[in-house]
């Protein structure tokens, strides 16, 4: 830690190696709690899977969440700090909220995404602030201007301020093992070729095969929108539990 004196006390300051130890720190905050998070969109959809941890058996489950609606027809999940991920969303409601009323439309997924990664990057450079030890993934259904069909988007803001839209990712505790999963299955079959039900089972055996072990209904949150039902929804655990057995059948 020696060679790190000077440089990570202050979040504007850059190592000689060309790193700001502050955003390095909110990276490592965003798998501490253990918990991982895969998305993948289909052709009709876009699924959103994530660990589901009570950590006391007082606590009320269904008090405890990741998944959160951002509007009718964007979702998030916040994988890190809980505190944070609530101020982010927080802070997309209000982006949301602010361009429907200026614009009278409903905001992009995409445009949404880099907003908040706006304020994620301004986060990086102010003394005042410290980076959000958080990664947001963002799920909807965006409208075409052509033909106005409706396409699924997945969106990941991170710590750091960078954004980018996805096929499919994991991020959190055992991340790489869980996009190595992911790639696996994308060499197989293009993620934007699958159904619903096709895509969520990729999903839950990435989640399973990097985490070593198999899983309940009951033990993670699925959040989705799709073509038929656009509004971001939790997907009921007993569906999930089919898509668990098989997963499990497959195997």
Same mark, same amino acid.
């Given at each position: 830690? !020696?060679?790190?004196? @000077?440089? *990570?006390?202050? =979040? $504007?300051?850059?190592?000689? +190696?060309?790193? &700001?130890?502050?955003? +390095?720190?909110?990276?490592?905050?965003?798998?501490?709690? @253990?918990?991982?998070?895969?998305?993948?969109?289909?052709? *009709?959809s876009a699924l959103v899977v994530t660990?589901?941890?009570?950590?006391?058996?007082?606590?009320?489950?269904?008090?405890?969440?990741?998944?959160?609606?951002?509007?009718?027809?964007? @979702?998030?999940?916040?994988?890190?700090?809980?505190?944070?991920?609530?101020?982010?969303?927080?802070?997309?409601?209000? +982006? %949301?909220?602010?361009?429907? &009323?200026?614009?009278?439309?409903? =905001?992009?997924?995409? $445009?949404?995404?880099?907003? #908040?990664?706006?304020?994620?990057?301004?986060? $990086?450079?102010?003394?005042?602030?410290?980076?959000?030890?958080?990664?947001? $993934?963002? =799920?909807?259904?965006?409208?075409?201007?052509?033909? @106005?069909?409706?396409?699924?988007?997945?969106?990941?803001? *991170?710590?750091?301020?960078?954004?980018?839209?996805y096929h499919g990712f994991a991020v959190?505790?055992?991340?790489?093992?869980?996009? !190595?999963?992911?790639?696996?299955?994308?060499?197989?079959?293009?993620?934007?070729?699958?159904? +619903?039900?096709?895509?969520? #089972?990729?999903?839950?055996?990435? &989640?399973? %095969?990097?985490?070593?072990? %198999?899983?309940?209904?009951?033990?993670?949150?699925?959040?989705?929108?799709?073509?038929?039902?656009?509004?971001?929804?939790?997907?009921? *655990?007993?569906?999930?539990?089919?898509? &668990?057995?098989?997963?499990?059948?497959?195997?």
């Amino acid at each position: 830690m !020696a060679s790190r004196a @000077g440089f *990570d006390k202050y =979040i $504007t300051v850059f190592s000689p +190696e060309g790193t &700001l130890y502050q955003v +390095e720190y909110a990276f490592s905050a965003v798998k501490y709690p @253990g918990l991982l998070t895969v998305a993948i969109r289909s052709k *009709d959809s876009a699924l959103v899977v994530t660990q589901h941890q009570v950590p006391d058996r007082l606590m009320r489950p269904e008090s405890i969440t990741s998944l959160f609606k951002i509007n009718d027809t964007i @979702g998030c999940c916040t994988t890190g700090r809980a505190p944070d991920g609530k101020a982010q969303v927080q802070n997309a409601r209000e +982006e %949301s909220s602010e361009y429907k &009323l200026k614009y009278g439309l409903p =905001i992009p997924v995409s $445009t949404l995404a880099k907003r #908040m990664a706006d304020k994620a990057q301004v986060r $990086t450079q102010q003394a005042g602030l410290r980076p959000m030890g958080v990664v947001s $993934t963002f =799920i909807g259904m965006d409208q075409l201007d052509e033909d @106005g069909s409706l396409v699924p988007q997945i969106w990941m803001v *991170d710590p750091a301020g960078f954004y980018c839209g996805y096929h499919g990712f994991a991020v959190g505790k055992k991340q790489a093992e869980a996009n !190595a999963a992911l790639e696996k299955h994308q060499k197989v079959a293009a993620f934007d070729t699958l159904t +619903e039900k096709e895509a969520a #089972m990729i999903a839950l055996s990435a &989640l399973q %095969s990097a985490i070593g072990s %198999s899983v309940k209904a009951t033990e993670v949150e699925v959040g989705r929108c799709s073509v038929t039902h656009p509004s971001f929804e939790r997907v009921p *655990d007993a569906e999930v539990e089919e898509w &668990l057995t098989a997963v499990a059948e497959a195997d």
